[in-house]
């Protein structure tokens, strides 16, 4: 009888024993609380966490379902309020008009030029459509006179003549006949110089 009650007290002093200090374990700060308060704080569940992290760990954001990928960046941004103002020097975003008039170049290959500059326009002014006028104020609003200060071609490209005009690579004034708010026909007079024969360049609308 006393044998059985000894082993009775032992079992019951190591019981005791495993349970203090697994309370003990329990009431350390941040041992199982830093990876979940990580976790939720990061967007996670904590079944997300890898289970060998030290405590206080959590997965980056990068690795994290979800995530935030990289932006868009726009086609072309404006200058900032300083470059306008001569303040600093500009440096065009992209090129899109070197090709246009280029020597190596064809009439074919400088309407696809204006097409992607018109293009351009239009992803940067989705509410306005395409730059309306004559041939000199549309070529005063694709070289900067627009509320975004955009030039999506050089003031001192080689296709502008000296009264403001887009010419083709014969130096005749490019005409453009503006059919709907985003789309525009454009033609060229060819080699010879004169519109509506034979030799003349076509860019339909879109």
Request: aromatic share 4%.
């Amino acid at each position: 009888m006393s044998r059985f009650l000894g082993a009775t007290v032992v079992i019951a002093l190591i019981a005791a024993a495993v349970w203090a200090l697994r309370s003990r374990e329990a009431a350390v700060p941040g041992r199982d609380s830093a990876p979940k308060a990580a976790a939720i704080r990061d967007g996670l569940s904590p079944p997300a966490l890898d289970a060998s992290m030290p405590a206080g760990v959590a997965p980056s954001k990068s690795s994290a379902t979800g995530a935030a990928g990289p932006r868009t960046a726009p086609v072309v941004s404006a200058p900032t309020a300083a470059a306008a103002a001569g303040d600093v020097p500009v440096e065009s975003p992209i090129v899109l008009a070197d090709p246009l008039n280029s020597p190596r170049g064809t009439l074919g290959a400088d309407l696809d030029t204006l097409r992607i500059i018109l293009e351009a326009w239009r992803s940067n002014f989705p509410y306005e459509g395409n730059p309306v006028g004559e041939n000199v104020e549309i070529t005063a609003a694709l070289t900067g006179r627009n509320p975004l200060q955009l030039a999506l071609i050089p003031k001192n490209h080689p296709a502008i003549n000296a009264e403001g005009q887009l010419c083709d690579r014969w130096g005749t004034p490019f005409r453009f006949h503006q059919i709907s708010a985003d789309r525009m026909e454009l033609r060229s007079a060819g080699p010879d110089k004169q519109f509506g024969t034979a030799d003349d360049g076509l860019l339909p609308p879109p």
